[in-house]
Nanobody, 120 residues
Framework: QVQPVESGGGLVQAGGSLKLSCTTSGSIAIFSNYAMAWYRQAPGKQRETVASISMRDGSATNYSDSVKGRFTISRDNAAKTVYLQMNSLTPEDTAIYYC??????????WGQGTQVTVSS
């Protein structure tokens, strides 16, 4: 299992950008073999998957329709870190952002997340 720690959130104006980081515990070997994803939860809504990246070389990525073309997920296995570059932010992107392993049976505990607030 990996324990994620998210960072990089903040307050930004609509149209702005932020880059989130998710650093994990455990070994590089374990992290490298996990597909990872970013999730978000807005007030009063269920947690949703924003973007995912395949294990090892991260050559396969997927995005929700709401962020496609604006967000980019990437990974650095040596640093055991997953990133989420967010551009052209809108108020609808306001949420707490989390990262974790894609496969539920392999997930560790959820981290505290990082708050992203986009003002209009």
């Amino acid at each position: 299992q990996v324990q994620p720690v998210e960072s990089g959130g903040g307050l930004v104006q609509a149209g702005g950008s932020l880059k989130l980081s998710c650093t994990t515990s455990g070994s590089i070997a374990i992290f490298s073999n996990y597909a990872m994803a970013w999730y978000r939860q807005a007030p009063g809504k269920q947690r949703e998957t924003v973007a995912s990246i395949s294990m090892r070389d991260g050559s396969a990525t997927n995005y929700s329709d709401s962020v496609k073309g604006r967000f980019t997920i990437s990974r650095d296995n040596a640093a055991k870190t997953v990133y989420l570059q967010m551009n052209s932010l809108t108020p609808e992107d306001t949420a707490i952002y989390y990262c974790n392993v894609v496969r539920p049976s392999l997930r560790g505990p959820w981290g505290q997340g990082t708050q992203v607030t986009v003002s209009s």
